[in-house]
Every structure is written in structure tokens, then in C-alpha cells.
């Protein structure tokens, strides 16, 4: 069955450190693969989104991620943390058009 | 240009009380979803919706109704509710093709 794990539930970093989260699927064929932030009391919005092609994917507000295949993962980067990144994480696997499986998030807090 | 918009913003109910989440999308997006958002286990599909006059079961379907009113909404019904309802609940939009699912800002429920 197709599934998405993030492995760190909560990660804090210092404000300027960098960051990675991890994210890791298990689906059968190449997957479309999604990063989506989520503020307190908000909905998510997309960061990057990765579907075929360059493994590198840059997103918005600095983020970037890569696919890589051998490893069935696709961890989220950012080389200088700010502190209004400080939110909920979620990696998703688009299964086909209408199915997108969730992790269950990583929450970051960004010390100052 | 709103994008997608949830009403209620937060409602409590009773066990066994019966009510209608109302979600709209002003971006003509063909597919409409509906997630609901639990700690610790990411979002999860309850329907969606890939076309007006369409619906089909997500994930986790049991205790939910659908209907898919036009093209622009998308409601979600508790008949009975239950306390293993209690959830944030995202509507979501969607265009042609892989695009991107573009989320509301959520609906909080508490079933007493």
C-alpha cells in the first residue's frame, strides 16, 4: 500500500542554521511527490511539488528538495532558517489524480 | 479572487447531531476534496469529487455524505455525528491534469 513517512516529528533549529526534513514513500511506480507548509490555524500551502525530470526542486521561500529513487525519499532543505518558517511540514505522494497520501507531519521550531 | 473558502470556521456539536460543512472554490477547478486532519496522522481523504456530478469515497469514507452542488461547491454532511469526529476538516480544489491542490483554511469540530 502506498504510505508516507516523516520520520521526525518535531525538529528545532537555531534561527540562520540549516535545515532538512526527511520524507520517505513507498509507492510502486515513479510517484508525484509534494511539500506542503502549514501555519497555526491555516491550510496547507505548496512549497514544490516534484513530477518527472530534474531530481532538484526549488519551491518557494527559499526551500528546495530532492528526489531520490534509490532511497524512496524526498527530503525538504533549506540552508538558512528563518524564523517565521517555524510551522507543520507535511510530505505527500500523489497516488493518481485524485489520491494524495499525507505523512503526518513535522513540526519546526526555530529558536532565536 | 478568494481562492477556497470553509464555513463554518469552528462549530461544536452534540453526539448524534447532524450538520454541513460548505465549501466553495472560485479558481474553476474541475476535482473538489475533502481531508480531515487528525494529530500524529497527517490529512486524510474522506471524498472527492473529480467532476461536477461525480463523487467518489476516499480513504476514510464511513459516517460522511457528499454532494457536489456545482462546479464551485462542494459540502460535506455529518448525519449522526460521533466523537471520533472530532477533526479539522479541508476542503480542497484542484484543477486539470496533476496540478496543484489548493486547500482552505479548515473547519475545527468538536462532537461532544
Known amino acids: 500500500a502506498q504510505s508516507v513517512t516523516q520520520p521526525d516529528i518535531h525538529i528545532t533549529v537555531s534561527e540562520g542554521a540549516s535545515l532538512e526534513l526527511r520524507c520517505n514513500y513507498s509507492y510502486g511506480a515513479t510517484p508525484y511527490l509534494f511539500w506542503y507548509v502549514q501555519s497555526p490555524g491555516q491550510g496547507l500551502q505548496l512549497l514544490l511539488k516534484y513530477f518527472s525530470g530534474d531530481t532538484l526542486v526549488q519551491g518557494i521561500k527559499g526551500f528546495e528538495a530532492e528526489f531520490k529513487r534509490s532511497q524512496s525519499s524526498f527530503n525538504l532543505r533549506k540552508p538558512s532558517v528563518h524564523w517565521s518558517d517555524a510551522a507543520e511540514y507535511f510530505c505527500?505522494?500523489?497516488?493518481?489524480?485524485?489520491?494524495?497520501?499525507f505523512g503526518a507531519g513535522t513540526r519546526l521550531t526555530v529558536k532565536p | 479572487n478568494a481562492g477556497v473558502t470553509q464555513t463554518p470556521k469552528f462549530q461544536v456539536l452534540k453526539t448524534g447531531q447532524s450538520m454541513t460543512l460548505q465549501c466553495a472554490q472560485d479558481m474553476n477547478h474541475n476535482s473538489m476534496y475533502w481531508y480531515r486532519q487528525d494529530p500524529g496522522m497527517g490529512l486524510r481523504l474522506i471524498y472527492y469529487?473529480?467532476?461536477?456530478?461525480?463523487?467518489d469515497k476516499g480513504e476514510v469514507p464511513n459516517g460522511y455524505n457528499v454532494s457536489r452542488l456545482n462546479k464551485r461547491e462542494f459540502s460535506l454532511r455529518l448525519e449522526s455525528a460521533a466523537p471520533s469526529q472530532t477533526s479539522v476538516y479541508f476542503c480542497a480544489s484542484r484543477g486539470g491534469g496533476l496540478e496543484t491542490q489548493y486547500f482552505g483554511p479548515g473547519t475545527r469540530l468538536l462532537v461532544l
Open positions: 505527500a505522494v500523489g497516488v493518481n489524480n485524485n489520491d494524495m497520501r
Open positions: 469529487s473529480a467532476s461536477e456530478g461525480t463523487t
